[in-house]
């Protein structure tokens, strides 16, 4: 990965932060954005050489001119990871149809415009990998999770169907769906919780950013060069013992 140009959307935090420290660790240039806490932006951009980027993920004007901000500056770009989402739990009847929409636009319409970008760059340079970060309640039921479920599940679809459109130019799509990992969003399961859900994981577990960060850069670099269009299941075993 030496070289090579990457952004990260949602990379401030959690998963997304695992992924910038993993990918400099491996020679990248690395551009992330984030949308709040500029405080956990500006430590993990001085801790890694990272440039961080504010940016909502909701708004595709403010994407396209941060697209153009990077590439002015990087001049390529080799490798593109959708992290970046919101979840907005609640029961289907009760869900608000501003809260649906809400999680489909960050979730998938924002992941859309950064892929277009990044698309149109790659297609000129006949490479590049794209990588969208879903979830497995894109695959396993999960109570309350509709409008999330739905957006992750997106995510699949959109990795199948881009990886089939870009091959000809040697640009690799593919997904990667997290079971529990350890962030700020799981943090906030209740103990009993917590505790039941890991008892549903082979391993026994809840995983962490930084094994997620591992498929990530498997996935971006050469070694995987004859995988495209997957959803890659990162689990411990959960969606095996249902």
């Given at each position: ?78 490798i ?8 907005k ?32 760059k ?19 039921g ?99 013992c249902?």
């Amino acid at each position: 990965m030496n070289g090579k140009t990457a952004i990260i959307t949602g990379g401030s935090r959690g998963i997304g932060a695992a992924i910038v420290e993993k990918f400099s660790s491996l020679g990248a240039r690395v551009f992330f954005t984030y949308k709040s806490r500029a405080e956990d932006a500006e430590a993990l951009a001085a801790k890694t050489g990272a440039r961080a980027f504010k940016c909502d993920q909701t708004d595709r004007a403010q994407i396209s001119e941060t697209f153009d901000a990077i590439f002015a500056e990087a001049g390529k770009i080799d490798i593109l990871v959708n992290n970046a989402g919101i979840t907005k739990d609640c029961y289907l009847p009760l869900m608000p149809s501003a809260d649906f929409s809400s999680v489909l636009e960050a979730n998938l319409f924002g992941a859309f415009e950064w892929t277009k970008l990044a698309a149109k760059k790659m297609y000129g340079e006949r490479s590049g990998s794209i990588i969208f970060i879903s979830s497995v309640s894109a695959l396993a039921g999960v109570a309350g999770q509709t409008n999330y479920a739905a957006s992750k599940g997106a995510l699949c679809a959109f990795a199948r169907a881009a990886a089939a459109e870009l091959g000809a130019k040697s640009i690799r799509v593919n997904a990667i769906a997290p079971g529990f990992v350890e962030t700020d969003m799981t943090a906030k399961i209740p103990a009993r919780i917590r505790r039941e859900h890991a008892e549903k994981i082979a391993l026994g577990r809840f995983g962490s950013p930084k094994e997620i960060a591992e498929v990530a850069a498997f996935l971006a670099s050469g070694a995987a060069s004859y995988i495209t269009g997957q959803t890659i299941v990162v689990d411990g075993g959960l969606t095996a013992c249902v």
